[in-house]
Every structure is written in C-alpha cells, then in structure tokens.
C-alpha cells in the first residue's frame, strides 16, 4: 500500500517581510485586518517570485519603508503599517515629506 505524502505548505515570507517593514508580527493582527493578514499568508504562499523575495530580503537592510514592487501583499503591508500601534508610518511619511527626518 502505497502512502500518499501529506501536502507541503508553501514557503512564506510575510513574517519576515512584517519584520522588515517595521510591524511587529508577534504583537497580533488587528481584529479588522485578520482577514487581510489570511489573504497575505494565502497571496504568499502561491507567489511564483520566491527567489526573488528570498533575494530582496537578503540584500536589504533590517529595516525598509516599502515591499518591493513585485510583491503582491504591498498594499496589505502599508495597511498594516499604518494601522499598527506606536509610531505611524502616515507620520514617519509626512516627516520625511515635509524634511524632518524620519525613515
């Protein structure tokens, strides 16, 4: 009797490209983004720029502003970053607009 392998999960990168970014991946989602935080694992999983993320998160400092542009869970991840408890990305943004400072 032959055994069927179980299914393999899918490689992801959210929890690394939340760290990243500046959220706190251990802190929990926001109950109103529980939904957009499933559909950026799920988004991540079936993403076919793996390499290129694995790349992209080698070659970048511990900390960025923005995903890069192939990712497709950007707008979740600025969604995150705005709605986040502490330091706001829309601030640390209108520093930087208006010179300031900030990242």
């Known amino acids: 009797m032959a055994v069927s392998a179980a299914p393999q999960k899918q490689l992801s990168y959210v929890h690394e490209m939340m760290e990243r970014l500046g959220v706190d991946p251990d802190a929990g989602v926001p109950q109103h983004l529980s939904l957009s935080y499933l559909t950026a694992l799920h988004r ?60």
């Open 44 to 103: 991540c999983e079936l993403c076919s720029d793996k390499q290129a993320c694995r790349a992209w998160l080698a070659d970048k400092p511990s900390t960025v502003s923005l995903p890069p542009r192939f990712c497709p869970n950007g707008d979740i991840f600025f969604e995150m970053q705005v709605d986040q408890p502490g330091p706001h990305y829309g601030d640390r943004l209108a520093r930087t607009a208006t010179g300031a400072g900030g990242n």
